[in-house]
């Protein structure tokens, strides 16, 4: 009894995994954008120590709900001695919706603030949220806000960021 169990367990899921492969490839699916590359305007606080700044990220989504990022940016400080470089890499969960994207995840990277002649390399991680909207077949906006925190003593505080952009979508 209990080995005629195991064998319609064992026929039966050998007969599911056969279904699901033979139903992706058998099923259309559309075409979906495989990323973006977009430049962004950057705006850190707090406003008193940052100036705006810029940058550039390079995106591709998985499974139509998953979003990779790369991205660099360059912020000056108040004052002409004072800058910060950072790049980071995000994990995001980015379900489309008709023309919007809106997206939530994590980022890490590594960050160098400089004032005057001191220097300083850290771990910069971030909380982020925001939004696409693609317009036409290539044109994307986005908009994002991201939590930062430093690892180490930074040399100049940044709590968060929110940065504005335009790109393609290929």
Not at 93 to 117: D, E
């Amino acid at each position: 009894m209990v080995t005629t169990r195991r064998r319609l367990c064992r026929a039966s899921s050998s007969f599911l995994v056969l279904a699901c492969a033979l139903a992706g490839v058998l099923v259309p699916t559309s075409p979906a954008a495989a990323g973006d590359v977009i430049v962004f305007v950057a705006l850190p606080s707090p406003t008193d120590t940052w100036d705006h700044g810029w940058g550039a990220a390079i995106s591709s989504t998985w499974f139509k709900i998953l979003n990779f990022e790369g991205e660099g940016a360059r912020l000056p400080g108040d004052s002409a001695d004072a800058s910060m470089t950072s790049f980071m890499g995000s994990a995001l969960v980015a379900p489309s919706v008709g023309f919007l994207t809106p997206y939530g995840g994590l980022a890490i990277g590594v960050s160098r603030q400089t004032l005057g002649p001191l220097g300083n390399t850290g771990v910069i991680r971030a909380l982020v949220v925001g939004l696409k909207v693609k317009i036409g077949p290539v044109f994307v906006i986005k908009g994002d806000y991201r939590r930062l925190s430093f690892s180490g003593a930074p040399l100049l505080e940044m709590t968060h960021r929110v940065s504005a952009g335009a790109g393609i979508a290929f």
